[in-house]
């Protein structure tokens, strides 16, 4: 009987041993695989799994061994005794792989949640790392496209021929484009308006507070003239344009300036205003002195006939002279108005300008007082021969330096300066006195005819106004510069071209 049961002991013990060793070796492949990714669901479900069989499994087999044992040996009771805990270490084993199987399945839904999610969440990771490689990239290409614009418009800014400026509401100057400092005449440094308010520099105090109101009341204003003091004293008429630029945040509103200086233009508008005028009166003076000409010569021709009957000294010689006298005074004026209106030819001779202002003053200095009046020469010695009317000009300077002497009275100083601009083709000539000046409402009547601030009796008012047109015909141009107390400065400039015909 026992030796016809060893084939099925041997085979038990063969298989239960085959078991195990399978068992054991599977649970040691998978404890390798959970090692190396411990966080794979799957691994820990088949260590569990495993586990649990390898139990269930050493239990069988332990189970097979004590039943042969107890064939073998013939102990009943051995196995009597080992059967029911044989058993219930099975069913337990069993209830063990139930759990980890159930466990698993609702686990592994969670895992594929989790998975899910993973992936999501991943998906969105590359996303936000494509969509924040796109943001830089626009980012960047923003930040050249404002830069490039900045450049553009502060470009603008620099280069722009009228004055620009920026301030705060109350004046304080924020930004100026070069124009408006060399406008201005501050420095050309970053500090050079730091600190300064805008309505320093109007000339009239009531200009600001009247743009500052049309600014807070209608946010802008338009084409307003005023005069702007600049820094060496200097006085500018410009039109002001400005508009109301209301910060992102509330304070930082800001006023924006555009400048114009239309000083030149007022200059060249009131010469041509003297041209029309001096052109209105010289045709009315034209007819005027034809027809007091002729009076005056017959009363001329009989005074000078009275006179022939006179003894000298008498008393009615001397009635007689004083008619003479102011006569030909008349007859002078008449010329004058002639010259003015009409204008005689102008010849055409090679002039040393400063030999001929030499041959003025020798003259004024034969027939007038000039003893306690200094005259200041500085001629420069490389002017060209002009080609000028000798006789006019002789007398447009006699005009000056007489006016000049009228204006310094017994005593002061007079400076003649001459100047060659080759780069312009033009002689300067410059007449300044030490005298009383000229107030600023009489300038631009200097040069009217008729127009004199001497007392009466001492000018006609046609010196200036002929001298005007005397350098007019030569090509040339005449300006005055005064300031009452201090002085005046005439200044003619006439062309240096010696081959003018």
């Known amino acids: 009987m026992v030796l016809s049961n060893i084939p099925n002991i041997i085979m038990d013990v063969i298989g239960s041993v085959s078991v195990i060793v399978l068992v054991f070796l599977c649970l040691w492949q998978v404890v390798i695989l959970r090692r190396r990714d411990s966080s794979n669901i799957l691994w820990s479900f088949l260590f569990w799994f495993f586990f649990a069989v390898a139990v269930f499994s050493l ?28 058993l219930s270490i099975n069913i337990l084993m ?51 496209a404002l830069e490039n614009s900045a450049k553009k418009y502060r470009r603008i800014f620099e280069v722009f021929p ?4 920026v301030s705060r509401m109350d004046g304080t100057i924020i930004d100026i484009n070069p124009a408006g400092i060399q406008l201005l005449g501050l420095e050309k440094n970053a500090d050079a308006f730091e600190g300064k308010k805008f309505q320093y520099f109007f000339d009239n105090a009531e200009d600001w507070r009247r743009l500052k109101q049309k600014i807070d009341e209608q946010g802008f204003s338009a084409s307003d003239e005023i005069r702007l003091k600049c820094r060496d004293g200097s006085i500018r008429r410009v039109l002001i344009s400005c508009v109301l630029d209301k910060g992102i945040n509330q304070g930082e509103n800001t006023i924006e300036f555009l400048i114009k200086d239309i000083e030149q233009c007022r200059i060249m508008e009131q010469q041509l205003t003297q041209a029309e005028k001096l052109a209105s009166i010289g045709r009315f003076s034209a007819g005027i002195a034809h027809e007091i ?4 010569g017959i009363i001329l021709g009989y005074t000078q006939l009275l006179i022939r009957g006179e003894k000298p000294g008498t008393e009615k010689y001397q009635d007689l002279k004083t008619i003479e006298k102011h006569v030909r005074t008349c007859k002078f004026i008449v010329e004058d108005l002639l010259n003015f209106a009409r204008g005689s030819k102008t ?34 010695q490389s002017l060209p021969p002009l080609i000028l009317d000798k006789k006019k000009i002789k007398q447009v300077f006699m005009n000056l330096i007489m006016n000049a002497r009228h204006a310094v009275g017994t005593k002061g100083t007079i400076f003649l300066s001459t100047r060659y601009h080759p780069s312009a083709q033009q ?9 009383c000046g000229i107030e600023e409402k009489n300038l631009l009547r200097i040069f009217d005819p008729f127009f004199t601030t001497k007392p009466i009796g001492e000018g006609t008012g046609m010196g ?38």
């Open 347 to 380: 010849s055409q001779d090679k002039l040393w300008l400063n030999t001929a202002i030499d041959e003025v003053i020798s003259f004024i200095h034969q027939h007038s007082k000039l003893e306690q009046v200094e005259i200041i020469k500085d001629y420069d």
């Open 162 to 165: 009228d004055m620009l400026l």
């Open 464 to 501: 200036l106004s002929v001298s005007y047109g005397i350098i007019k015909n030569h090509g040339g141009d005449i300006f005055v510069d005064s300031e009452p107390g201090k002085g005046t400065t005439f200044t003619v400039v006439l062309p240096a071209n010696s081959n003018r015909r």
């Open 293 to 296: 000409n002729n009076p005056l």
């Open 59 to 86: 239990s069988q087999s332990v189970g097979q061994l004590f039943k042969q044992i107890r064939v073998l040996t013939d102990h009943q009771n051995i196995w009597e005794v080992a059967r029911p805990l044989n």
């Open 94 to 144: 069993f209830m063990a792989v139930g759990l980890v199987i159930f466990y698993f399945s609702r686990s592994w839904k969670i895992y594929e949640q989790i998975l899910s999610d993973k992936n999501a969440l991943q998906a969105a990771f590359n996303n936000l790392i494509f969509m924040n490689c796109r943001l830089e990239k626009l980012v960047s290409e923003r930040t050249v």
């Open 427 to 435: 002689v300067v000539v410059q007449v300044t006195d030490t005298g």
